[in-house]
């Protein structure tokens, strides 16, 4: 079973495991970006050359799933593509990586979703995205791929999927006793659907500062938690006993019950933020999954993220090791 994650941050912490011994489901969206480098964010109306256009396997799930099998983890995606080119090579990525896609879904006669990601020379980045219902992940997808549940240390679930499957994989991932950690990450269009999900079999929540109000609500409380109120305003709200809020450069915030920290961000060249929070979410879950201490595992991550945003790209930039 998980270990019991209601105390303190550094409570998290048990026998240290290595890495490489660690099992790790990611369920989530497996895409394609296309990256379109401009000197600054476009508006709309307007007209603006693009220095460089290309495309590159992505998606939140698949940036964090390579992250973690560059920590040397075992690592099994769940997620769907389109029987088509692009779709191959969202595979052919995941196995280059020696992530187990045995669970990723090929869909025939659907296209492989292709988000939009512009980054700006200052690194700055947005990202325009859909996923259609023929190539989203449901409950099914998540219910195939029960056996692997049953294997895994801990399971990562971001947003990128209907609210039924997302529920469903927090449930399926909690009856396996595996360690839950959510991202909750695009923010979902449907806030009552969030708050609807089982956030008591969620162990570790990890948003930034945008899906943290997000998940608070439209009301005034959550216009007006000041960001270092967040991670306990969600903790008491969700009763998630582990809520760490990444504030960019500004750091994160973590809370456990009754201790509230600050962490301080290492300073960083920022080249391209697309998936800082990508690689910040995973190794953190690798680190304090192995029995780090919260402290070590919180290191850890934002060295990650640092690095992410010094190199330009989504999976291209999860750390390598060594």
Same mark, same amino acid.
């Given at each position: 079973?998980?270990?019991?994650?209601?105390?303190?941050?550094?409570? #998290?912490?048990?026998?240290?495991?290595?890495?490489?011994?660690?099992?790790?489901?990611?369920?989530?969206?497996?895409?394609?970006? *296309?990256?379109?480098?401009?000197?600054? #964010?476009?508006?709309?109306?307007?007209?603006?050359?693009?220095? @460089?256009?290309?495309?590159?396997?992505?998606?939140?799930?698949?940036?964090?799933?390579?992250?973690? !099998?560059?920590?040397?983890?075992?690592?099994? !995606?769940?997620?769907?593509?389109?029987? &088509?080119?692009?779709?191959?090579?969202?595979?052919?990525?995941?196995?280059?990586?020696?992530?187990?896609?045995?669970?990723?879904?090929?869909?025939?006669?659907?296209?492989?979703?292709?988000?939009? *990601?512009?980054?700006?020379?200052?690194?700055? @980045?947005?990202?325009?995205?859909? $996923?259609?219902?023929?190539?989203?992940?449901?409950?099914?997808?998540?219910?195939?791929?029960?056996?692997?549940?049953?294997?895994?240390?801990?399971?990562?679930?971001?947003?990128?999927?209907?609210?039924?499957?997302?529920?469903?994989?927090?449930?399926?991932?909690?009856? *396996?006793?595996?360690?839950?950690?959510?991202?909750?990450?695009?923010?979902?269009?449907?806030?009552?659907?969030?708050?609807?999900?089982?956030?008591?079999?969620?162990?570790?929540?990890?948003?930034?500062?945008?899906?943290?109000?997000?998940?608070?609500?439209? &009301?005034?409380?959550?216009?007006?938690?000041? !960001?270092?109120?967040?991670?306990?305003?969600?903790?008491?709200? #969700?009763?998630?006993?582990?809520?760490?809020?990444?504030?960019?450069?500004?750091?994160?915030?973590?809370?456990?019950?009754?201790?509230?920290?600050?962490?301080?961000?290492?300073?960083?060249?920022?080249?391209?933020?697309?998936?800082?929070?990508?690689?910040?979410?995973?190794?953190?879950?690798?680190?304090?999954?192995?029995?780090?201490?919260?402290? &070590?595992? $919180?290191?850890?991550?934002?060295?990650?993220?640092?690095?992410?945003?010094?190199?330009?790209?989504?999976?291209?930039?999860?750390?390598?090791?060594?």
């Amino acid at each position: 079973m998980a270990p019991d994650v209601s105390g303190r941050l550094e409570d #998290l912490a048990g026998a240290r495991r290595r890495i490489e011994d660690l099992r790790f489901v990611v369920v989530g969206a497996y895409v394609v970006d *296309c990256f379109v480098r401009v000197s600054r #964010l476009p508006t709309w109306g307007g007209e603006l050359e693009a220095r @460089s256009i290309h495309t590159s396997p992505g998606g939140k799930a698949l940036n964090q799933a390579v992250a973690l !099998a560059r920590l040397g983890a075992q690592v099994t !995606a769940v997620g769907v593509v389109g029987d &088509d080119g692009l779709g191959r090579d969202v595979l052919a990525a995941l196995a280059r990586e020696g992530i187990d896609a045995g669970f990723v879904e090929t869909r025939p006669k659907v296209p492989t979703t292709v988000c939009l *990601c512009f980054v700006s020379d200052d690194g700055e @980045s947005t990202i325009v995205w859909h $996923i259609d219902e023929d190539v989203a992940v449901t409950r099914d997808t998540v219910r195939t791929a029960s056996s692997t549940f049953q294997r895994a240390d801990a399971v990562l679930i971001t947003f990128e999927l209907p609210v039924s499957a997302i529920r469903e994989a927090i449930g399926a991932a909690h009856r *396996c006793g595996a360690r839950v950690i959510v991202q909750p990450a695009p923010v979902l269009a449907d806030p009552a659907g969030a708050l609807s999900l089982p956030w008591d079999q969620v162990d570790v929540l990890v948003p930034n500062e945008a899906e943290a109000r997000a998940l608070l609500g439209d &009301d005034q409380v959550g216009r007006d938690v000041p !960001a270092d109120g967040l991670a306990i305003a969600l903790a008491a709200g #969700l009763g998630v006993g582990t809520v760490v809020v990444t504030l960019g450069a500004a750091g994160c915030v973590t809370h456990a019950v009754g201790v509230t920290r600050r962490y301080p961000a290492p300073k960083a060249e920022a080249v391209d933020t697309t998936s800082a929070s990508d690689a910040f979410t995973a190794t953190f879950a690798a680190h304090i999954t192995s029995g780090a201490s919260g402290a &070590d595992a $919180i290191q850890a991550a934002q060295a990650a993220a640092a690095w992410a945003v010094g190199h330009i790209g989504g999976h291209e930039s999860m750390p390598q090791q060594g």
